[in-house]
């Protein structure tokens, strides 16, 4: 059974940083691209961030590149997101999602597997 359990969500003020996380389990992670998406309220889930099996090709939304950076740590089956310079527009539910493909992606139907969701609210 495949489970994708993110955390590191939180509050904070605009200009803040947070590190999300993503544990991942029942699925060969290291064989595994990995994305991040997120869904803000009332609006659709929308892709942030995606990254290969091997880490070496990663891929950003325009509305984060440059403030956000994904990384994964293959030994311990971990997906991360680095959060900087956070503006409010950026308050979302984050999603973990794992795609069975060796393809970098960010179209959400190519994922097969996803996580509950992470809180993340940034006040200004």
């Known amino acids: 059974q495949v489970q994708l359990v993110e955390s590191g969500g939180g509050s904070v003020q605009a200009g803040g940083s947070l590190r999300l996380s993503c544990a991942a389990s029942g699925l060969t992670f290291s064989r595994s691209s990995m994305g991040w998406f997120r869904q803000a309220p009332g609006k659709e889930r929308e892709f942030v961030s995606a990254?290969?099996?091997?880490?070496?090709?990663?891929s950003y939304s325009d509305s984060v590149k440059g403030r956000f950076a994904i990384s994964r740590d293959n030994a311990k089956n971990s997906l991360f997101l680095q959060m900087n310079s956070l503006k409010p527009e950026d308050t979302a539910v984050y999603y973990c999602?794992?795609?069975?493909?060796?393809?970098?992606?960010?179209?959400?139907?190519?994922?097969?597997?996803w996580g509950q969701g992470t809180q993340v609210t940034v006040s200004s």
């Open positions: 999602a794992a795609d069975r493909t060796l393809r970098v992606t960010t179209m959400e139907i190519d994922y097969d597997y």
């Open positions: 990254i290969s099996w091997s880490g070496v090709t990663t």
